[in-house]
């Protein structure tokens, strides 16, 4: 189906990431929000950037994707609405997916594969499990295997998209059931994970609005955290 504006795509500003090795989407969303209706930008990389499109959709961006080639991909995007994004510097969600640039580095292809499994577990329009409870799940996952990392990522997100305060201490005592008093002492209670849900209810008990917490935590618990960032610095 022809979008009504795809005519005009040849004329959008082209942005080109496949050099860069670092986190382009800040970039990105930061030029996409000063467009006005009607402006676009196309970005072209190495493999197919579906976070992109999620993102961008929360700014009321449309798309129209070109497979050039096996390492070229053009995808144009298009304003037709004004929406403000959640948070600052982010879309729909914040901490997306850039570990996936690590895997560009090593391999396109694997790139590609990495990209569209994310898509297969984390985007599907109609999904059996709902976002928040995957992202619970993802945070206990991360726990047991010891990436508290991932764990952390996932339990901004997931109070992002309105997780409360009760459902976090119900699972924070699992951990403590599950993993042992030890384990929780020595491990998750110096953790970032545990830093990120304990500003939480600091904030939430000082009468911050969830929309100024989420900012607290990118402050604290975002990319420029090295407990946090899953890019080599």
């Known amino acids: 189906m022809t979008k009504e504006w795809e005519n005009m795509k040849d004329q959008f500003k082209v942005v080109d990431v496949r050099k860069l090795t670092g986190n382009f989407l800040p970039g990105i ?117 010891g990436r508290l990392r991932q764990a952390t990522r996932e339990l901004v997100k997931a109070y992002s998209i309105g997780v409360a305060v009760a459902e976090l201490d119900e699972l924070f005592s699992m951990f403590v059931w599950n993993g042992g008093v030890g384990t929780f002492a020595s491990e998750i209670g110096p953790s970032s994970l545990f830093g990120a849900y304990q500003l939480i209810k600091t904030l939430e008990g000082k009468g911050e609005t969830r929309e100024e917490i989420v900012r607290e935590l990118m402050a604290k618990f975002g990319e420029k955290n090295p407990e946090v960032s899953v890019m080599h610095a």
């Open 29 to 145: 969303l930061n030029k996409a929000g000063q467009l006005e209706v009607g402006g676009g930008i196309c970005v072209v990389q190495s493999f197919e950037p579906i976070p992109l499109y999620s993102a961008l959709g929360d700014l009321g961006f449309e798309h129209l994707t070109d497979k050039v080639s096996d390492s070229e991909y053009r995808v144009y995007f298009c304003r037709i609405e004004k929406k403000e994004a959640a948070f600052m510097g982010a879309g729909d969600m914040p901490l997306k997916p850039t570990a996936i640039l690590n895997f560009k580095k090593i391999d396109n292809t694997l790139a590609d594969i990495v990209v569209n499994f994310w898509n297969l577990t984390w985007g599907k329009e109609q999904p059996a499990i709902d976002q928040k409870t995957k992202l619970l799940l993802s945070l206990a996952n991360g726990v047991g295997a």
